[in-house]
């Protein structure tokens, strides 16, 4: 049963989306604001700063994950380089992949 709930779960966020209830792009400060101030977002942007509600939007890809390991590696102190480019054009993800990095970050703050 959960599969078909996955599936109900998705086409509600996608018509939340086509219908403005959800913003269509991630604006980065709102979810800093919300994991590290405390700053409640506008309901628009609540479900990218939300982790849970923020993973069911997200297809996390093994690409961001190497990236997000590489990045941890370098504030966890380890020599490597620590200049990341991500060339990409508008509507490529780098956004919401610095959302994704914020929550990661966020469970390291909540389990320190």
């Known amino acids: ?51 849970g509600e923020f993973l069911s939007l997200t297809c996390v890809t093994q690409g961001m994950l190497n990236a997000a390991r590489s990045i941890i590696a370098v504030l966890a102190g380890k020599p490597m380089k620590n200049v990341f480019v991500m060339p990409a054009y508008f509507g490529a993800g780098k956004s919401h992949f610095l959302a994704f990095l914020l929550h990661i970050m966020s469970l390291y703050r909540e389990y320190d």
């Open 1 to 51: 049963m959960r599969p078909l709930e996955n599936v109900v779960g998705y086409r509600q966020r996608v018509e939340d989306l086509a219908n403005g209830r959800i913003s269509p792009h991630v604006d980065v400060q709102y979810v800093y604001d919300y994991l590290f101030k405390g700053i409640r977002p506008s309901m628009i942007h609540e479900p990218y700063c939300v982790r």
